[in-house]
């Protein structure tokens, strides 16, 4: 499920400790770096939620959102994933 990246989004997921990447669902299997149930990892990996310019993230191989060049203001057009069977470890 694709959600637009917003603001509000941001501040909330930071408020409330958002997790919805594949490494804090019960069915990701950390040993082989995949899901149990087959589902590819598409987005996920922008956790915590934060937006990084498209020259810096591709520049610097950044798709977890956790760099020092993250910044707070969503890019336009720029979307989040979320996995309809994520389960909370």
Known sequence: MRFPLTEQLLQEAKAFEL???CRD???W???KGECWHGWPDEG???W???V???AEGAAEGNVDGDAEGATAAPAVG???AFCKEFELR
């Open 19 to 21: 997790r919805a990447a």
């Open 25 to 27: 669902c019960f069915y």
């Open 29 to 31: 299997n950390a040993a």
């Open 44 to 46: 996920q990996r922008q």
């Open 48 to 50: 915590p939620l934060a």
């Open 52 to 54: 990084v310019p498209a």
């Open 78 to 80: 720029s979307e989040v």
